[in-house]
């Protein structure tokens, strides 16, 4: 069993900041890439930052310059730093991470989501 557990989602204004985090644990041989991903009511998931196990990173435009993605690999820890944050980045956020378990098989799994709420 592998399981993914994300933090640090709530309520914040404008111009306020919020940090994410997941944690991987369970039957883990390998964490390979992880990412965050979000869906706002009405709308389909979408990619908000990815980041290989190297650290090479990759983000949405509508957060480039405001969102900042990390990792600890020794935790199995990925981590969404999010400054500026505006009233469009309300949405549930998913964690996902493509994970190699002791057997050699490769999975994508994904946390249960966090709200993170911007109010205008």
């Known amino acids: 069993q592998v399981q993914l557990v994300e933090s640090g989602g709530g309520l914040v204004q404008a111009g306020g900041s919020l940090r994410l985090s997941c944690a991987a644990s369970?039957?883990?041989?390998?964490?390979?890439?992880m990412a965050w991903y979000r869906q706002a009511p009405g709308n389909q998931r979408e990619l908000v930052a990815h980041?290989?196990?190297?650290?090479?990173?990759i983000y949405a435009d509508s957060v480039k310059g405001r969102f900042t993605i990390s990792r600890d690999n020794a935790k199995n820890t990925v981590y969404l730093q999010m400054n500026s944050l505006k009233p469009e980045d309300t949405a549930v956020y998913y964690c996902n991470a493509n994970i190699v378990r002791f057997s050699g098989l490769a999975n994508n799994y994904w946390g249960q989501g966090t709200q993170v709420t911007v109010s205008s």
């Open positions: 369970g039957n883990i041989f390998r964490v390979n890439a």
């Open positions: 980041i290989a196990s190297a650290g090479g990173t």
